[in-house]
């Protein structure tokens, strides 16, 4: 059962539960999206970690198994691009058979997906995020940074479906002047296949994607622009702490999402932690200084002392940084002022 040793469910300084942990299992990736790898700085000379600098699948195990006792219960897989570390699968059926994990998923950009599919399906793997910018060929390249077409990702998606994923979420990033001419088509795409598309408004995650708000589509205008063509209706939300607003297809034909971390923050009903590569712990997408946990590990910490480390951490959690987002919000600035942000390949999105 989740939950703290003692019963109870760590919360933050502003009474938020600590329900979701995002693990990224590398920092490397095999696209070179602007928004957050920008191939001019993550070139063919760029230095990732180490081997010996990542969290090993022990270790990941390992610290999983310690956050569900603080009450998480959901994890999510991510990268980078996690495809990239080698056998997956067997870190997945690690995780999946830890006592406590309700939910298990990962988000991948679908390049790779549709030869390990059935592997990670097999291994316990439950759901899939597929990002997805556009289905426009030149405007995809342009969004990965690699002369990708969007063609391997359609066939990552339906190997999933194949494999007995049930319906995936779609993730669009909408920039403005760049893919937000997409946003009916990816919906016209996935409409009626019960796959669920979200798109989500430009965030300044990071140091490097030369965020401006002007290139932010507001949720309410993609909401039109897809309304416009099929009419939309408001759903509930699945589950507490949801961050996309779910529309139904008013002729009953499947959902959208939005992911409005800009024009309608939801750091009020924030419940997630994320476990950097190299092992630190962070309470923020936008966060600038993580807590590390890798290091007290290798040096012989106990279950107890780690629990500890991260249960001070989220007990003095007070981050609400989309809400306190200033219009002109600087890239380089995180939610305590002048720190770089960690990049958001090294902590998932």
């Known amino acids: ?47 990732f970690l180490r081997r010996d600098e ?7 195990v390992r610290l999983a198994r310690l956050f569900l006792r603080l009450g998480a219960e959901k994890i999510r897989l991510s990268g980078g691009e996690p495809l990239l570390r080698e056998d997956l699968p067997v870190l997945v059926r690690s995780i999946a058979a830890l006592p406590g994990v309700r939910d298990l998923a990962m988000t991948t950009n679908g390049q790779l997906l549709a030869p390990a599919a059935r592997a990670l399906k097999e291994a316990g793997l439950g759901r899939l995020t597929v990002s997805l910018d556009s289905l426009d060929p030149d405007v995809f390249r342009r969004l990965n940074g690699r002369d990708f077409g969007p063609e391997r990702v359609l066939e990552g998606i339906a190997a999933a479906q194949g494999a007995g994923f049930g319906p995936l979420k779609i993730n669009a990033v909408v920039v403005r ?19 669920i598309v979200r798109f989500i408004e430009f965030m300044d995650v990071g140091n ?6 002007d290139q932010v589509v507001p949720a309410a205008e993609i909401l039109d622009r897809i309304g416009s063509v099929f009419p939309l209706v408001p759903a509930q939300p699945s589950y507490p702490g949801e961050v996309a607003r779910r529309y139904r297809y008013a002729d009953g034909a499947g959902e959208i999402g939005i992911i409005a971390s800009v024009t309608m923050p939801f750091c009020g009903g924030c419940t997630r932690a994320r476990l950097s590569t190299d092992g630190r712990l962070f ?11 890798k290091g007290p590990l290798r040096a012989g910490a106990s279950d107890e002392e780690l629990l500890g480390i991260a249960r001070g951490v989220w ?5 609400r940084y989309s809400e306190e987002r200033s219009p002109d919000a600087k890239p380089a600035s995180g939610p305590s002022g002048g ?9 998932g999105g």
């Open 208 to 213: 490097l994607n030369r965020w401006r708000m």
């Open 283 to 293: 309470t923020c997408l936008f966060g600038t200084r993580g807590e590390d946990l």
């Open 315 to 319: 007990s003095r959690r007070d981050d």
């Open 1 to 47: 059962m989740a939950g703290d040793i003692l019963g109870t469910v760590i919360r933050d300084s502003l009474a938020r539960p600590l329900r979701d942990l995002r693990i990224s299992v590398t920092d490397r990736c095999n696209f070179r999206c602007p928004y957050c790898m920008p191939a001019e700085r993550y070139g063919a000379s760029y230095t």
């Open 339 to 347: 720190d770089r942000r960690i990049e958001m390949y090294q902590i």
């Open 54 to 60: 990542i969290l090993t699948f022990e270790e990941i």
């Open 177 to 195: 002047g760049v893919n937000d001419a997409s946003v009916v088509d990816l919906a016209s795409r996935f409409r009626g296949t019960g796959h």
